[in-house]
C-alpha cells in the first residue's frame, strides 16, 4: 500500500512579483486540498541551480516528512528529466528537475532508494506550452503523491546514478593553506564556507583570511557578540559550518564577499598585527606563496 503524505514543502527562483507561486499553491490545492504547503523560499536568484541546491540541503534535516518540490530549472522544456526521488524508505520524497538540484538534499538524507522518471500524462496538466513544470508536471506528482498514489505510477523507475550530480566545491589543504569558497551570503551578511570546524581547528584561535587580492586577520568566536567592533569573526553557524562575520554588520559587504568567492586560511602568526576590517594588505598577483604584500593602506 502506497504511503500518503499530509504536507508539501516548496523551494523555487519564482520569486514573489508574478502569480507562479500562487498558481503552483492552487494547483497542488485542487487535488489534493487537504495537504499543507510550506514555503521555504522562493527568492533563489533565477537559474541558480546551486544555490537551490544548497538551501534545499540545509533545509533537508529541519523538513517536515512528505513531498518535497523544488524547481530551479533553467533547462525547463528541454529532454531534461522531470523526477521523483525517494528517499529515507519512503520517509520523503522529492519532486524536480534532472538538474543537480536535488542531490546535495539527496545525499544528506542517505541516498535514494528509487526515482522515477516523471512521465504518466494521467498525472500532468495538459500544458499550453512547456515551460512551466511546476504548474504542469511537479506540483501535480507530489499532490497525487499526497493523496497516496504509488511513486511508481508516475513514470518507470531510473537508475539512480544515472542522475545528474549537484557540483559543490570541497575545501582543501595546500602548502599549509586551507582553500575554501564562499556557499552562501544570508540575509544578514554572513558569509559561510565550505569549511568544517575540525578542518579550522589546526589553524588556532587567530587565522589570517586572503581572498579578492587582500590579507585580512580574523579570531574564531563562539557568538557574534565577541567580535569587537571593526574586526572579523569566524563562527561555527546554524548549519555546522564555518562563517565569515561582523557584529551587527554584513561581513560580505565590507569584504566583498559573495557565492563562489575563494577563500584562503592559514595561521595567524602575532606579527601579522590586529584583526581589523581597517587595515588591508594588498598582495600582487601571481604566485601565491612568493607574492609580496605592498601598499598598505588605512581606510577610515
Known amino acids: 500500500m502506497a504511503l500518503r503524505y499530509d504536507t508539501i514543502s516548496f523551494l523555487s527562483d519564482y520569486g514573489l512579483a508574478d502569480e507562479f507561486v500562487g498558481v503552483v499553491h492552487s494547483v497542488i490545492r485542487s487535488i489534493a486540498p487537504e495537504v499543507a504547503v510550506v514555503d521555504l523560499t522562493h527568492q533563489i536568484a533565477p537559474y541558480d541551480v546551486r544555490a537551490g541546491g544548497l538551501a534545499l540541503a540545509r533545509s533537508a534535516p529541519y523538513l517536515c ?14 529532454p531534461r528529466r522531470g523526477i521523483a526521488i ?51 508536471v511537479f506540483a501535480p506528482a507530489a499532490a497525487h503523491l499526497c493523496l497516496g498514489v504509488a511513486l511508481t505510477d508516475l513514470g518507470p523507475e531510473i537508475d539512480p546514478h544515472t542522475l545528474r550530480p549537484g557540483l559543490l566545491p570541497v575545501a582543501h589543504d595546500l602548502e599549509g593553506e586551507l582553500n575554501a569558497e564562499v556557499l552562501w551570503v544570508d540575509r544578514y551578511g554572513n558569509a559561510q564556507l565550505n569549511l568544517d570546524p575540525d578542518e579550522l581547528a589546526p589553524l588556532g584561535d587567530r587565522v589570517r583570511l586572503r581572498f579578492n587580492d587582500e590579507i585580512r586577520n580574523a579570531s574564531v568566536v563562539e557568538t557574534f557578540a565577541e567580535v569587537r567592533a571593526n574586526e572579523i569573526g569566524l563562527i561555527v553557524d546554524s548549519y555546522g559550518l564555518v562563517a565569515i562575520v561582523v557584529d551587527q554588520q554584513s561581513a560580505a559587504t565590507q569584504l566583498g564577499l559573495g557565492a563562489g568567492t575563494p577563500v584562503y586560511l592559514s595561521s595567524w602568526d602575532d606579527e601579522d598585527g590586529a584583526a ?20 598598505p593602506a588605512t581606510e577610515g
Open 86 to 136: 525517494e528517499v529515507g524508505d519512503g520517509a520523503s520524497i522529492l519532486v524536480g528537475p534532472d538538474n543537480g538540484l536535488l542531490a546535495p538534499a539527496v545525499a544528506m538524507c542517505g541516498g535514494a532508494s528509487r526515482v522515477v522518471e516523471l512521465a504518466a500524462d494521467e498525472y500532468q496538466l495538459e500544458a499550453p506550452g512547456p515551460t512551466f513544470a511546476g504548474r504542469d
Open 65 to 78: 516528512p512528505g513531498v518535497v518540490v523544488a524547481v530551479v530549472d533553467p533547462g525547463v522544456g528541454t
Open 276 to 295: 581589523s576590517l581597517g587595515v588591508t594588505t594588498r598582495v600582487s598577483l601571481g604566485s601565491r606563496r612568493s607574492a609580496t604584500p605592498t601598499d
